[in-house]
């Protein structure tokens, strides 16, 4: 869109120049403070993943008797003791981005009679917990993620719309606008020396 070549239009585009200048510190602050939080989030969820994992592995000592749970009826299978209920997370405030914190993994209340089970049932329970609740960890580090790399790519399509068109746009209309201006006072100074020395041959 051609810009109006008037002094009005003159200080709009200054007053746009300083604006933008004014606002991209902030975005680019922004854009550096969810960089550094992603980092930190994405370096948290793959602690919980290796933690996970090696838990995972601690249980091949119990693959012989995991085994057993196969035997069991089916209303007596672990997967019936251990039922996650809800998950637990409290809300922050991460420049501008409200994302999940993963408080706890609760589970649903479930009575066994030790008697129906072999001694290794109740450290199973415990663990399948521990892995669920860090199932639970991961998945509420991955919304945060997702969350946060949304926002980043959109702060960052503003940075360079500030950067790259918004700010040498500005910066182009004033030079325009000014050389234009610059010239109309210069022809301004010429018609006014020319009516002049009119004037004063028509006076002699």
Not at 37 to 46: D, K, N, P, R
Not at 69 to 81: A, M, P, R, W, Y
Not at 173 to 197: E, M, P, S
Request: hydrophobic fraction near 40%; charged fraction near 30%.
């Amino acid at each position: 869109m051609a810009v109006k070549l008037t002094k009005n239009e003159l200080k709009v585009q200054k007053d746009k120049l300083k604006q933008f200048e004014r606002y991209l510190p902030t975005l680019q602050l922004k854009k550096q403070q969810l960089q550094s939080v992603i980092t930190q989030v994405v370096s948290e969820l793959q602690l919980t993943e290796k933690a996970r994992s090696e838990m995972i592995g601690d249980l091949d000592d119990w693959v012989a008797v995991f085994a057993e749970n196969k035997l069991f009826d089916e209303e007596k299978k672990l997967s019936n003791i251990v039922q996650p209920d809800k998950v637990i997370c409290d809300t922050d405030n991460i420049a501008g981005v409200r994302i999940p914190v993963f408080k706890e993994l609760s589970f649903k209340d479930i009575e066994y009679d030790v008697a129906d089970y072999p001694l290794w049932v109740d450290t199973a329970v415990i663990k399948l917990r521990e892995i669920a609740k860090l199932d639970a960890l991961a998945t509420t580090l991955r919304k945060q993620a997702d969350l946060l790399e949304q926002e980043l790519r959109s702060t960052a399509q503003r940075v360079n719309l500030f950067e790259k068109v918004k700010i040498p746009e500005a910066k182009e209309n004033i030079r325009v606008i000014g050389i234009y201006l610059g010239d109309q006072q210069t022809a301004a100074v010429v018609r006014g020396k020319i009516a002049k020395k009119k004037l004063q041959g028509v006076e002699t």
